[in-house]
Nanobody, 117 residues
Framework: QVQLVESGGGLVQPGGSLRLSCAASRSIFSIYTMGWYRQTPGKQRELVAAITSGGTTNYADSVKGRFTISRDNAKNTVYLQMNSLKPEDTAVYYC???????????WGQGTQVTVSS
């Protein structure tokens, strides 16, 4: 069982930036497809970005050009760099691990991102 711990959330003004981190407990982190999802009250959790073990990335249309997902396998960590943040980006952000791709093996506890002036 892999444990995931997110960090880096907080309050930021519109147009600002945040970097989220998700640290995994297992050294076989490199085999997982890692994803960032977000959820607001009353809505389903939605995919924000994902990165495969080979480094292929995928983004929701709403964040393309503003968010960047990356991974550091030596640190068992996946990142989400969020730039040009908008109020509609406000949500709880979760990371997950999948292996094989499409089979979720773990979720993190979530980190709150609030974009407000």
């Amino acid at each position: 069982q892999v444990q995931l711990v997110e960090s880096g959330g907080g309050l930021v003004q519109p147009g600002g930036s945040l970097r989220l981190s998700c640290a995994a407990s297992r050294s076989i982190f490199s085999i997982y497809t890692m994803g960032w999802y977000r959820q607001t009250p009353g809505k389903q959790r939605e995919l924000v970005a994902a990165i495969t073990s080979g480094g292929t990335t995928n983004y929701a249309d709403s964040v393309k050009g503003r968010f960047t997902i990356s991974r550091d396998n030596a640190k068992n960590t996946v990142y989400l760099q969020m730039n040009s943040l908008k109020p509609e980006d406000t949500a709880v952000y979760y990371c997950n691990a999948e292996f094989p791709p499409g089979v979720v093996v773990s979720w993190g506890q979530g980190t709150q991102v609030t974009v407000s002036s």
